[in-house]
């Protein structure tokens, strides 16, 4: 069983175990985006550490129970995709990124390398990321996440919380409810981009988050949402 608090940003094992420790992101995540996270507690009782990864599979949609561990429980169904993390990188205090690529292949790094472990992520679905508070881990904290500048928001529509805003669980075996760490860094209106101008620009796919200096910037550049990758084109968007 996994408990979060800290507003959804830190999910802790309850029970002295090394496996149901799944929890996923309370959005979608995108290409690129580096979602960072500390591991605030470990044990040595166990052998292993934390595993990382990414689904196309929506927490929602989840049937319950869920599998105890992502490995092999998850990645040998379709829309799954882990690596483990070595535990010498996993002590208490570590800071990590994980990410996808624009190739489908999962990187992970620290503060001085980084590490390309996995290739094969369909990416022409939207993906959340998974994490497994397996092995000797115990507790992670989410410290955010980044992406080329990109200041992350929340995707629209994001999951309606389960219990309360701080507090919800999640249960490989018996409990009815899938927690999801809360991954939202800004909740204001400015722009994503240059996080100066009012966010004035709605976007075909309904969010509201560039100015229209960044608009066409981002149009040109990258074709897509920065917050949900949806396409977008040069006349398909209305400045409000």
């Known amino acids: 069983m ?117 290739t094969g992520v369909d990416l022409s679905q939207p993906l959340w990321a998974m994490i497994d508070i397996y092995g000797q881990t115990c507790s992670i904290l989410l410290l955010g996440s980044k992406i080329r500048g990109f200041c992350t928001r929340r995707s629209c529509p994001a999951p309606e919380p389960i219990t309360s805003p701080d507090v919800s669980s999640l249960s490989g075996s018996t409990d009815d409810c899938i927690s999801c760490l809360d991954m939202e860094i800004s909740a204001d209106k400015g722009c994503v981009v240059c996080m100066v101008r009012e966010a004035s620009v709605l976007l075909p796919c309904g969010h509201q988050c560039l100015c229209h200096h960044c608009s066409s910037k981002v149009s040109q550049q990258f074709g897509t949402c920065p917050l949900c990758r949806h396409k977008i084109s040069s006349t398909g968007s209305v400045e409000v």
């Open 2 to 118: 996994v408990r979060l608090s800290q507003g959804g940003r830190l999910a802790e094992k309850t029970k002295d175990t090394f496996k149901n420790g799944l929890v996923f992101s309370s959005r979608t995540v995108k290409t690129q985006e580096r979602i960072r996270l500390r591991v605030e507690r470990d044990s040595f009782i166990w052998n292993g550490a934390l595993r990382v990864g990414f689904t196309n599979v929506s927490p929602l949609s989840r049937s319950l129970p869920l599998p105890p561990m992502a490995i092999p429980d998850l990645t040998s169904r379709p829309g799954h995709w882990a690596v483990p993390i070595p535990e010498s990188l996993c002590q208490a205090g570590s800071e990590l990124e994980f990410w996808v690529s624009s190739g489908g292949s999962i990187y992970v790094s620290n503060n001085s390398s980084q590490w390309k472990l996995l």
